[in-house]
Nanobody, 114 residues
Framework: VQLQASGGGSVQPGGSLRLSCAASRSIFSFNVMGWYRQAPGKQRELVAS???????SFADSVKGRITISRDSAKNTVYLQMNSLKPEDTAVYYC?????????WGQGTLVTVSS
């Protein structure tokens, strides 16, 4: 399984970015897909999850600003990030879980700075 993350970049506070995670197999084969992030000097944290059922969950710090969605035809999960804050600066990682297996994409850097 390969996960290809893209879409990171530099934005000013209040800006938006959309991250993409393209999977090498059907996204419905995974129990859950999600995005984690790791800021400098901090532990990796869960940002958002999208379960195969379609249920989504979000970290409290991003609720109301971030949505997660999927395109089954493209085997891709998206993370739409709005009203970005400097504290959202981190490397964002795509994740997919299938049973006991955990798959990771390469990180994509998001920098929020004026």
């Amino acid at each position: 399984v390969q996960l290809q993350a893209s879409g990171g970049g530099s934005v000013q506070p209040g800006g938006s970015l959309r991250l993409s995670c393209a999977a090498s197999r059907s996204i419905f084969s995974f129990n859950v897909m999600g995005w984690y992030r790791q800021a400098p000097g901090k532990q990796r944290e869960l940002v958002a999850s999208l379960f195969v059922s379609g249920t989504a969950s979000f970290a409290d710090s991003v609720k109301g600003r971030i949505t997660i969605s999927r395109d089954s035809a493209k085997n891709t999960v998206y993370l739409q990030m709005n009203s970005l804050k400097p504290e959202d600066t981190a490397v964002y990682y795509c994740n997919a879980q299938l049973g006991a297996f955990n798959y990771w994409g390469q990180g994509t850097l998001v920098t929020v700075s004026s």
